[in-house]
């Protein structure tokens, strides 16, 4: 049972910064894309980061030049560096995995539990 557990959320002024982390264990033969998302209050989910399995990079609009997404596949795990943070970055933030399992069905989608980013003075 593949199992992921987030940290690095917290409570940070504008302009600040923050490193989000996931790290995924439990039967894993290979994670393809690694994937963060976030939702604010009384907003649909979105896309912020992507890496993929050879490491391309693609972010949405509004946290380009701001955020950095990178893997550690060692040690199974996606980063969020996230920079010049402002107030409207403020949600929960999720990792999300696409991974090749080593047994049955060989193949599975998962979510973190979600990490909260609150920036404000």
């Known amino acids: 049972q593949v199992q992921l557990v987030e940290s690095g959320g917290g409570l940070v002024q504008p302009g600040g910064s923050l490193r989000l982390s996931c790290a995924a264990s439990?039967?894993?033969?290979?994670?393809?894309?690694m994937n963060w998302y976030r939702q604010a209050p009384g907003k649909q989910r979105e896309l912020v980061a992507t890496?993929?399995?050879?490491?391309?990079?693609d972010y949405a609009d509004s946290v380009k030049g701001r955020f950095t997404i990178s893997r550690d596949n060692s040690k199974n795990t996606v980063y969020l560096e996230m920079n010049s943070l402002k107030p409207e970055d403020t949600a929960v933030y999720y990792c999300n995995l696409d991974v090749t399992l080593i047994t049955a069905p060989y193949y599975g989608n998962y979510w973190g539990q979600g990490t909260q980013v609150t920036v404000s003075s």
């Open positions: 439990g039967g894993i033969l290979r994670i393809n894309s």
């Open positions: 890496i993929t399995s050879g490491r391309s990079t």
